[in-house]
């Protein structure tokens, strides 16, 4: 039987590819190993030529992590620290607008979690610093996000909010990594659930009313702790038909 397919949101990057310089669609390995070792089969989705007809073909979707997203959503000027990507947000707004009126199980990883709020017409804080007045949400300036390993990212324990499907999921309290400056202000039709207890920023949203709509501003794709990969597997295998996704230990 067919696993369950798992679309990842990517990128397009100028990279040098032996002798050749060249715009290639991108996205780290551990994505895609992550949707594999819970079950799921992961397939690619760049931002050129974006439309929604790529979703008829998934049984679940991951938003996952990156740049900025554009102010110009919610109405809000640009901050200085903000850089933009207008393509992949062109994109992926129109995906995850997409997903949401076809019930589609969606997973938001960073990034991705404020891709959510932001198309469920809430805001984001830009710049995170200006608002908490600090930066250990994320790893020491100069540091390579797609380089780093474990150690180079924030550190912090997130609570979560008994009565909520993330709790059934994690529990009261996890610890977890970070690597962001854009925060999620107002999640719109979202429901925050999960916070940082030492600054309260918001760490999970998830959608009361669709069957699987679950955003996390950390990296568990970097991680042991796969749930939220295993948890979409199996709501894109229920949504799919499909016996229910073998969840790795």
Not at 11 to 25: F, H, T
């Amino acid at each position: 039987m067919r696993r369950p397919l798992i679309g990842l949101t990517a990128y397009a990057q100028q990279v040098q590819y032996g002798s050749n310089d060249l715009m290639a669609g991108m996205l780290p390995m551990t994505y895609v190993r992550a949707v594999h070792a819970t079950g799921g089969r992961a397939v690619l989705i760049t931002p050129d030529d974006p439309n929604t007809d790529v979703l008829e073909s998934l049984d679940g979707i991951v938003f996952s992590g990156g740049g900025d997203v554009d102010p110009a959503y919610w109405g809000a000027p640009r901050h200085p620290e903000t850089e933009v990507d207008p393509a992949r947000d062109e994109a992926e707004l129109l995906l995850m607008r997409g997903a949401l009126d076809l019930g589609l199980p969606i997973l938001g990883v960073c990034r991705g979690m404020q891709v959510m709020a932001v198309v469920g017409g809430g805001t984001l804080h830009q710049h995170l610093p200006d608002v908490i007045g600090h930066e250990r949400h994320r790893a020491a300036a100069g540091t390579d996000p797609l380089a780093a390993d474990a150690s180079a990212y924030g550190r912090h324990d997130v609570v979560v909010q008994p009565g909520s499907r993330a709790h059934d999921l994690l529990g009261s309290r996890l610890t977890v990594n970070s690597f962001h400056h854009q925060a999620v202000d107002d999640p719109g039709a979202f429901r925050p659930v999960g916070w940082c207890p030492d600054d309260r920023v918001i760490e999970i949203i998830e959608h009361p009313e669709r069957s699987f709509a679950l955003g996390v501003q950390w990296h568990p794709e970097r991680t042991p702790d796969l749930r939220v990969f295993a948890a979409l597997a199996e709501a894109a295998a229920d949504r799919a038909g499909l016996r229910p996704a073998a969840v790795a230990a």
